[in-house]
């Protein structure tokens, strides 16, 4: 243990979190020996936890009315409206306060990260709709979590087949979705492909059949703001959105974030508490961390908006070059949305990049998969194509 | 975000976790950025989980065959054994290399906390038993993370009353279970009054009716090593046990554990994982802390044996005390087992105490409830005892 050091991210390819930036770790290492949880107990990290919530909200359109629903067929989102709310918000964050404290009470919580989040929408759910044998439509391209959740919660799972772009195929979900079911699943920036669903068109399909519609937008969450996607609360009438500050947001692990349109979706989690002096609790886990807690509010009040955007802007130009670089090498790379890059390589070049350490993962089709996030840069983006062109 | 602080431990008495030994949180500091739920890409932390649950499981019995159930009636340990091995297992966690490398194959992993550990040995029950309407027995005594599994999982919580010491009703539990119950669980230092339940005879009334059964021994699991309650895989035929590092254990939140004597009990939890290069996955949560595993070896090959052994002492020398100070003052004290001591303070005295900035809880029966952890020390609770008069 002595000895024992992390590895460093020099080689790490294939993960969704990162470094936290240095206002968050300062923060976690703050705030190591306080638990959220226990909010009579811990009232600091308590208040720190409600405006960490109330920020998401803002960052996912909370405080904006949703829109309509578009006719069918239109999922073109309104550009001027989604990139003049990321440019509004500049000075949200600042002043002597710091974090400002809570407008309206916040309808969230910040979880252990994405898994829990989107166990706890689907118990929500089924909670609320109160229907035997429940069951949840997702897309294929889902997480994994969703599996955990349905197994969990003995819920049926729907999974359907995906159009050719990787995008939830609507027909498909409108054919799976019936009087059972609770929720219908978009993801925004999906794991393998980084895809967004036509988030408004799920949602009126979910809202037609009576179910309710969450968005996963666990590791899209900081990068779509940036963006003319419809993605959140502001764009389509969804009820809870999955969004983790550890991921892209620079937070430090644990530090995951769930958020409910109406108090409704948080009431029908929550279980009483007794031996605590505050009355119920409604997160999956008991015990939490502060420090996820605290430096989700650092780095949000740091890099919101401007640092986020530079960042999205930066490993938007990234993803594009080392995309040209693998399609120079002959290699079948999809058209890249948000920065994720997959590419067909051969298993045994994987394997190769694999023992020279680079930490690279597969998709569920078999393709190479290079996540942007903070730490992959050209300088470490080029090392690895100097190492593929020596193994292949 | 700039000038907040957590507040400072001083007048916390009513928390299960505490500081953190400085040895894990600088362990904690150092794996901040890894995750143990990714261990393709992160593999050092992973490695270290190993090591901790093997250490885990060591510290619960794990590494001794069950003793053979005793006769009804005889709840009584044997003190030569339990004594024994915290004294022959000095030397474990020397040497050179620190933490020893895993021998058998561990089943169990570091959770969240205790909460995510209760919910997934209630879920693996109901996986292995499979039966429709199932059921769980605790005693009233139990977590309210249990009334979480239950709800999440959808089997009938049955919630014995305790004993008159507060201990589970051997009795009522065995009127309590019947076909459909999954799982039997059992309390080894409860959150309110610190009671053990009498583990052996719970597992023997579980495996009668072909239920598994659980010790929740999330708080007491590193004092009990130094008294000779039967708690443990060594005295009881128990499947399953909580452990959490990040209460006595000194480990940073968050540091559950979850122990299971047969792989069984792991595999039922796993799930498929695309996209990650690890194949299945058994955990609640996804992503997972590394800071919390650093933090749980490192406090472990620290602390054990001896380390904890002087805490469970001054601990408990020190609710001794504050008991007799409570008693002489006329409060109605129940008897201290473990190091948590509660009293009949009436309403107006315990909110009064509450406004001078103690962080103090109440009991389901209206005790005021005081944990004695690490932080507490005669030179936190002399001020407290001087509040005391001052305010009643």
Redesign the interface.
């Known amino acids: 243990?002595?000895?024992?050091?992390?590895?460093t991210?020099d080689r790490?390819l294939?993960?969704?979190?990162?470094?936290?930036h240095p206002v968050a770790?300062e923060?976690?290492?703050?705030?190591?020996?306080?638990?959220p949880g226990?909010p009579?107990?811990?009232?600091?990290?308590a208040r720190?936890e409600a405006r960490v919530v109330t920020e998401l909200g803002r960052l996912a359109g909370l405080d904006v009315p949703p829109q309509p629903a578009p006719p069918e067929g239109t999922s073109e989102p309104d550009d001027s409206q989604t990139v003049d709310r990321a440019l509004t918000e500049t000075d949200l964050l600042g002043g002597s306060e710091?974090?400002r404290d809570a407008g309206a009470e916040p309808h969230g919580y910040v979880t252990?990260?994405?898994?829990?989040a989107n166990?706890q929408a689907v118990?929500s759910a089924r909670e609320r709709c109160a229907v035997e044998e429940a069951n949840v439509v997702v897309p294929e391209s889902a997480?994994?979590?969703f599996?955990?959740a349905a197994?969990?919660?003995?819920v049926e799972l729907r999974s359907v087949p995906t159009d050719a772009d990787h995008r939830a195929d609507l027909e498909g979900v409108a054919a799976a979705v019936d009087e059972k079911t609770v929720l219908v699943v978009g993801i925004a920036g999906s794991?393998?492909y980084g895809r967004v669903d036509p988030i408004p068109e799920l949602a009126a399909i979910a809202h037609d059949e009576g179910a309710y519609c969450h968005v996963d937008a666990a590791w899209g969450g900081f990068l779509l703001p940036f963006t003319d996607y419809a993605w959140n609360f502001a764009h389509a009438g969804i009820d809870s959105l999955t969004i983790?500050p550890?991921k892209c947001g620079r937070a430090?692990?644990?530090a995951?974030g769930l958020l409910f349109r109406d108090p409704e979706g948080m009431d029908a989690l929550a279980?009483?508490?007794?031996?605590?002096?505050s009355t119920s609790?409604a997160s999956?886990?008991?015990?939490?961390?502060?420090?996820?807690v605290?430096s989700a509010?650092?780095a949000i009040?740091h890099l919101w908006p401007d640092g986020y955007r530079r960042e999205h802007e930066r490993a938007d130009r990234l993803a594009a070059w080392f995309a040209d670089e693998l399609r120079d090498r002959d290699y079948d790379v999809p058209e890249v949305e948000l920065p994720i890059v997959v590419a067909d390589v051969a298993p045994a070049t994987f394997d190769a990049l694999?023992d020279r350490g680079w930490?690279l993962?597969?998709?569920?089709s078999g393709f190479a998969?290079v996540v942007l996030m903070p730490h992959v840069t050209q300088s470490v983006l080029q090392p690895f194509l100097a190492d593929l062109d020596d193994v292949r």
């Open positions: 243990m002595q000895r024992a050091a992390p590895q991210f790490v294939s993960s969704m979190c990162t470094e936290p770790r923060a976690a290492e703050r705030f190591l020996a306080t638990n226990d009579a107990t811990y009232a600091d990290i720190l710091g974090l252990s990260g994405g898994t829990e166990i118990r997480h994994f979590s599996t955990k197994d969990l919660l003995d794991t393998e983790d550890h430090a692990i644990p995951g279980v009483d508490t007794p031996y605590l002096e609790q999956l886990t008991g015990t939490r961390s502060g420090a996820g605290a509010a650092a009040e694999r930490r993962s597969r998709t569920g998969r």
